[in-house]
């Protein structure tokens, strides 16, 4: 498979492109760094990549922003950061990137349990987050030639425990084993409009 990782540089991407690495053609798109540089939160920054690349089998998003921060701090442009990146940039690569989409082919969004279970200073990620859960399922009813879309939406993984376990207590890390194959069952199953969810 020709498998596009849109953050497979990252702390869940780089995990994720090892594997699919092993027996795929990974191409791995970075806002500073990869095969490919991609503004997301830009349309003609992700039509540009895509034009570059051409067909492709999974298109796979493990990228995407949001201000942290206490709702009484936040401001309307604070929330723009997270509509626009988070949101909108990944509801524009499903959105454009299924005209490159072979037959059959997928894709996978991220998103994570703020969704679900929010913490303090999260308002405009949980917000972003339940978004594009929203769009993955809609999405799904639309998906022509085949094509599939989820979202695997993730607790706090093993990798980021320690920069984020102040603001989780209580939380079980996801190890690193389980992140791979949330990934899996969206890229290589048959699973369409789903929200996998991992939180333990």
Request: proline residues 2%; aromatic residues 8%.
């Amino acid at each position: 498979m020709k498998i596009l990782i849109i953050g497979g540089n990252g702390t869940i991407g780089n995990s994720i492109t090892k594997h699919l690495a092993v027996n795929n053609e990974i191409i791995i798109g970075g806002r500073t760094s990869g095969d490919e540089i991609v503004d997301i939160s830009d349309n003609n920054s992700i039509t540009a990549m895509f034009e570059r690349i051409g067909k492709i089998d999974a298109i796979v998003c493990i990228a995407g922003e949001a201000k942290w921060d206490y709702m009484n701090n936040l401001t309307e442009e604070d929330y723009y950061i997270g509509i626009k990146s988070k949101l909108m940039g990944q509801v524009n690569l499903a959105r454009l990137g299924r005209k490159f989409l072979n037959p059959g082919g997928s894709i996978t969004l991220s998103t994570g349990i703020l969704a679900d279970d929010p913490v303090v200073q999260t308002t405009s990620s949980a917000m972003v987050n339940g978004g594009v859960h929203s769009f993955v399922q809609a999405a799904a009813l639309e998906m022509e030639e085949g094509h599939r879309i989820n979202a695997v939406s993730l607790g706090m993984v093993q990798d980021a425990y320690y920069k984020y376990k102040d603001y989780f207590p209580g939380h079980n890390p996801i190890p690193t084993s389980k992140v791979i194959n949330a990934y899996l069952r969206s890229i290589v199953g048959k699973r369409n409009g789903e929200i996998i969810k991992v939180y333990e």
